[in-house]
């Protein structure tokens, strides 16, 4: 079976702008979670989509966001981009969430 | 409150045992993960407990678990350079419910 896919792997932007990155979760998974990595916080916990629908939430604000389509992909947003957003975003999947999770290899993404 | 500490560095010489600690303040935490990171890359997951087991062995990996302690460690048997990564405990609980609990990591650094 395929791993987790993201994409792209790395992304620089400026201040202010928005940016979309995916995932692309292992065949029959039907969740998918993603986590900020940052030197200073660790791994934190965004959220997490199952059946198309966010099912568990970490404390991130409002400029963080994310969908699930129908064939268990999901994307996550963060608008309005500061400084502090630069981080390594992991992507993970499990059968239904309440099983182990496997991990991507991140998007890192660099604001300016 | 949920919280995993880890201690930050150990050194090995090659060949040795490593044995990397973690602590764990949920009680009601279900299952316990270990997972490594190697740099530039996500999370590889090693292996994982339930909270009803004491042990598990694969392979080179032993995990051991003491819930009255709320104390967990991964002893990796004749570590090799190739083990040098970031290692990661995590934990899920009936708090967190889909979310994956990290301590801050373990840098193993393995010598020849």
């Known amino acids: 079976k395929a791993g987790v896919t993201q994409t792209p792997r790395y992304l620089i932007k400026t201040r202010g702008q928005q940016v979309t990155l995916s995932c692309s979760p292992i065949s029959g998974h039907r969740s998918v979670s993603w986590y900020q990595q940052t030197p200073g916080q660790g791994l934190q916990f965004l959220f997490e989509y199952f059946s198309e629908t966010q099912r568990n939430k970490g404390n991130f604000p409002g400029r963080f966001s994310g969908r699930q389509f129908s064939n268990s992909r999901s994307e996550m947003n963060v608008s309005t981009l500061e400084l502090g957003d630069s981080a390594l975003y992991l992507c993970?999947?499990?059968?239904?969430?309440?099983?182990?999770?496997?991990f991507g290899p991140g998007t890192r993404l660099t604001v300016l | 409150g949920e919280d995993v500490e880890q201690s930050l560095f150990l050194s090995v010489r090659e060949g040795d045992s490593s044995v990397i600690n973690c602590t764990y303040t949920d009680s009601s935490s279900t299952y316990l993960y270990w997972y490594k990171q190697e740099p530039g890359a996500g999370l590889q997951l090693l292996t994982y407990i339930f909270s009803n087991m004491d042990m598990k062995q694969d392979q080179r990996l032993t995990v051991l678990l003491n819930k009255k302690d709320k104390h967990l460690s991964l002893r990796i048997a004749d570590t090799q350079t190739g083990d040098s990564a970031i290692y990661f405990c995590a934990e899920t609980s009936n708090q967190a419910g889909t979310a994956l609990i990290f301590g801050k990591g373990t840098t193993l650094s393995v010598s020849s």
């Open positions: 993970a999947s499990s059968p239904t969430g309440f099983d182990t999770q496997y």
